[in-house]
């Protein structure tokens, strides 16, 4: 099959929908009716509600037409204008939004970036938060602009529902809507009209007029109809314009003296019908198979007609047709636009195209029908239109040619992380084909690898495996299969702690996967680094990983950008906290760049945990403050991170009730997501509680939480619910608990010694010698504690002893430590003098780390500015005041302000004046 390369913001977008369609070349001028679609203010909404074919389409294409032509006098009435036809299979909100957003894009490209952020994010969101976004942005768009729902009757999403009627309440004013509809929209609409904020347009509006009639048909036919005819045939359409167009055309095909009269003699009640059959059955044959066999498709061009059709069907009035299908009247109308296929594109008026579709199942069988399908299918994709292709295939009941569509949109959904359109795809897979081609069975295992929901993962893969060892061909390359078959059996070893089986199992991934696939690689790499670190050693790990990123030519893609994660996180395992910082900026720099939020919001927690392990609070704050502002565009995994750790960050700066209003937001959110309270979330409430001298509470959990020691996390989690009640009873000092401490502390030293992870061995050590403490073996408490130093030294780890209290401080004046760690143990005490003092720590430089190993990635030597600070940093160069920076952008002053702290970090400047000289030195404005 032919591939594609798709941008995430474009896949999945059928393009037709946003394309207007063309006024017909012969349009009666109505100055009258147009006038009542008014949108200039205070109107902000304009319903166009009539039955099929009174001209409500027309109506509004006309008016947008006059506000776009040059010579129009009302300037303030010249507004861009953007369309979107409501599909009748649209009932999912996210896959609306994106419509709506590609449609807005047209006319102002840059708008709405959060909202796009949302509705092609990893993590979980909820309507009302993308509704509430959505809303924000528009309201602060620049410039007024008409946004048009086409075929609104279509709509039966209850989110799209909820929206609208969220913006009756608070419209965000720079849009005008119109809504073109059959039928009244389920919405209040009492208020707006109470206010004068409606055109409200009907079918009593749309009606012809004596007059309009009797000038429609003389335009149309070039006839003098008479009186008494018009009188008649307004008697019959009531006004009707499609019914005064079939007059119209059933004139043309009739001898000069026929008249009006004659054409409706026969008084049919379905006036459209009999009128169309009359016109029908006056077209050749091969007109009407032709015309039969085009109304299977939505939209079309010429090409694609061609495709559908044999050469007995191509008779002259058919190439006619072609040949002339601009002027061409049999209500088909052009729509505004090219496709890719370089074509114009044409849409049949759906009273007429739904007459010809009850013909085409009475004329063809079928199975003809469904060859028909076939074709369309096969020609879509051959024009890389896959979102038309699986329609026309889906009609087709063509199971291999769905197989072969669903494969090729699934990998290019799942290589882009769409995991929302993936989702969407895959309900689409039938059993049939997961037992006919095992990668649909692994498709369905990266769903489950996604969302973390690993359960499954060993019963699909034990499925596709016993597909492949079966007689049945599999038309798939093998080789991929086997590459994702092992990395599945390489996660599974390396959580179930048999990392050198991971190790090579990870590394046969890598072996086998195409060079293609870059999420699948990059997940490869990732995991093939950890289980390397684990089971050897970090150096080793480290190595592998700095020479496989310098070999990649493109260190831009998802597959080069993990493998900065990576090295991000062993070296925060390993203890060496500056090069984890090194690289975790490297990634965020990456991630930023390339829009992946996900890996954003990762390099944003290693970020936050290192600058809060050195006890510069105020730059933890700001990196957990950035994740949390992206809470709604990644996983919920990911944003307990955030929660928890600004959470944390803010009680030892002591804003107490703002670090328990953050936890409080925390398990709202998870009970909103997952109908309850996660452990670590309840960890990390009972943790703040603590720090509050709050803790019998937490006692009383400590004593009754009896689960089983978990592993090491590998995310730089703050507490595993295991290691947070070991803090508790160790604390609490009861001679009863030491047991229960000594078991907790020996599971946690020996995964973290297993698995290489030396920060948490070093917080092993660390708790053990409390412990040892409590029980009066001082002497064996200090030798562990100075073990743990050593550990922490090097990556400057202060808060990890300052957050265990005035236990640990006694035991560390106590210590004699060696040479190479007195510095290091003269801080930690310096931390705990200030805080008993009630001082404010100060942010100060790391001292004594290492350099980073220069073979390997390197920072750019300054950091690259976010799109929303080089917008600052333009309006810092010209002499404005903060305030009005923040009015000009739409945000807060506190949000200036700290953007203008971020341009100064990045650009290692310290004042505004040095960053817009560095600025304009090197290229940035």
Not at 183 to 192: D, K, M, N, R
Not at 493 to 519: C, E, H, M, Q
Not at 804 to 813: A, C, F, R, T
């Amino acid at each position: 099959m032919k591939t594609k390369t798709v941008s995430p913001q474009g896949f999945g977008i059928l393009q037709t929908r946003l394309h207007r369609p063309n006024l017909p070349g012969s349009l009666l001028p109505r100055p009258g009716l147009i006038k009542l679609l008014d949108f200039d203010s205070p109107k902000v909404l304009t319903l166009v509600i009539a039955p099929a074919g009174f001209g409500k389409t027309t109506l509004v294409g006309s008016r947008l037409d006059e506000m776009q032509c040059p010579n129009n006098s009302m300037k303030t009435d010249s507004l861009p204008s953007a369309w979107l036809a409501i599909d009748e299979t649209d009932n999912d909100f996210i896959f609306f939004l994106r419509h709506f957003i590609a449609a807005l894009r047209r006319i102002i490209p840059e708008a709405c970036p959060e909202t796009v952020k949302l509705v092609y994010s990893k993590g979980e969101v909820v309507a009302d938060s993308i509704s509430l976004v959505l809303t924000n942005e528009l309201s602060e768009l620049p410039q007024r602009f008409v946004m048009v729902f086409d075929d609104f009757h279509h709509a039966s999403c209850p989110q799209l529902q909820k929206l609208l009627t969220g913006w009756l309440r608070h419209w965000p004013l720079p849009m005008h809507l119109v809504i073109i509809s059959r039928t009244q929209p389920p919405l209040a609409l009492s208020g707006l009209k109470g206010q004068g904020k409606i055109n409200d347009i009907r079918s009593r509006d749309l009606r012809f007029s004596p007059q309009e009639a009797e000038d429609y048909i003389r335009l149309m036919t070039k006839r003098d109809p008479g009186e008494k005819p018009i009188a008649d045939l307004l008697n019959y359409t009531e006004g009707w314009v499609a019914g005064l167009k079939l007059v119209s055309i059933a004139l043309n095909q009739t001898s000069a003296d026929q008249d009006i009269e004659s054409v409706l003699s026969l008084g049919k009640q379905d006036i459209f019908g009999y009128l169309a059959d009359e016109v029908f059955d006056r077209m050749t044959a091969p007109m009407q198979r032709f015309l039969m066999k085009v109304s299977i498709l939505n939209d079309f061009c010429v090409s694609l007609c061609l495709a559908l059709v044999d050469e007995d069907d191509l008779d002259e009035s058919v190439k006619y047709l072609l040949d002339n299908i601009h002027n061409v009247d049999l209500f088909i109308t052009a729509l505004q636009g090219k496709e890719e296929c370089n074509e114009d594109w044409f849409r049949m008026h759906h009273l007429m195209r739904n007459l010809l579709q009850k013909r085409l199942l009475i004329s063809f069988n079928p199975e003809q029908v469904r060859a028909l399908h076939l074709r369309a299918a096969n020609w879509h994709i051959g024009c890389n239109q896959f979102n038309q292709a699986l329609e026309h295939a889906l009609k087709a009941e063509n199971s291999d040619l769905l197989a072969e569509i669903l494969d090729q949109m699934i990998f290019e959904a799942l290589d882009s992380e769409d995991l929302l359109l993936m989702d969407h795809l895959m309900q689409f897979v039938t059993a049939e084909m997961s037992s006919a081609n095992p990668q649909f069975l692994l498709y369905k295992a990266w769903q489950k690898f996604n969302r973390w929901d690993i359960d499954e993962i060993n019963d699909i893969i034990r499925q596709a495996e016993k597909i492949m060892k079966s007689e049945k061909p599999v038309s798939v390359n093998q080789g991929s299969l086997s590459g994702q078959l092992a990395f599945f059996k390489g996660f599974l070893a390396l959580a179930s702690n048999s990392s050198p089986g991971a190790v090579k199992l990870f590394a046969k991934a890598l072996d086998s996967i195409p060079t293609r696939w870059n999420y699948i690689r990059g997940q490869a790499v990732f995991w093939h680094g950890l289980s390397l670190q684990s089971c050897e050693n970090a150096q080793k790990a480290i190595a592998g990983l700095q020479q496989s990123y310098r070999d990649l030519d493109n260190k831009n893609n998802s597959h080069a950008i993990r493998h900065l994660f990576a090295l991000a996180l062993i070296y925060l395992h390993d203890g060496d906290l500056k090069a984890s910082e090194h690289y975790a900026r490297l990634l965020l720099d990456k991630a930023r760049h390339n829009k992946l939020v996900q890996q954003e919001g990762f390099a944003l927690a290693i970020l936050g945990f290192v600058n809060y392990q050195w006890n510069r609070l105020n730059q933890a704050e700001e990196w957990y403050q950035e994740l949390y502002e992206i809470r709604l565009f990644i996983t919920i995994m990911l944003n307990r991170q955030g929660y928890i750790g600004l959470a944390i960050v803010l009680q030892a700066l002591g804003r107490s009730k703002e670090a328990l209003d953050m936890i409080n937001e925390l398990t709202d959110l998870e009970l909103e997501h997952r109908g309850q309270v996660t452990e670590v979330a309840q960890v990390g409430r009972l943790r703040v509680l603590t720090s509050q001298d709050q803790g019998k509470e937490t006692e009383k959990w400590a004593d009754e939480y009896l689960k089983p020691f978990a592993d090491v996390l590998l995310l730089p989690n703050f507490e595993d619910p295991q290691i947070f009640k070991a803090r508790v009873l160790i604390a609490r000092n009861n001679p009863k608990d030491q047991s229960i401490i000594r078991e907790i502390l020996e599971k946690y030293l020996s995964t973290a010694a297993e698995r290489n992870i030396n920060r948490c061995k070093a917080e092993a050590l660390a708790l053990s010698a409390l412990a040892e403490m409590n029980e009066g073996n001082n002497s064996k408490a200090r030798d562990v504690l100075i073990e743990s130093l050593e550990l922490a030294a090097r990556g400057n780890m202060i808060r990890l002893y300052l957050d265990l209290g005035p236990q640990m401080e006694e035991l560390l004046k106590q210590v004699v430590p060696a040479a190479e760690i007195t510095e290091f143990v003269q801080e930690i005490l310096a931390a705990f003098a200030e805080s008993s003092a009630g001082k404010a720590v100060a942010d100060q430089a790391v001292k004594g780390q290492p350099g980073i190993n220069t073979d390997g990635p390197e920072l750019p030597f300054y950091e690259n500015l976010s799109l929303r600070e080089t917008e600052v940093l333009r309006l810092m160069a010209e002499a404005v005041s903060l305030q009005e920076i923040a009015n000009r952008l739409f945000i807060t002053y506190a949000t200036a302000k700290r953007h203008t702290v971020n341009i100064y970090s990045k650009l290692g400047v310290h004042s505004r004046w040095e960053a817009v000289a560095f600025a304009r030195e090197n290229g940035i404005i």
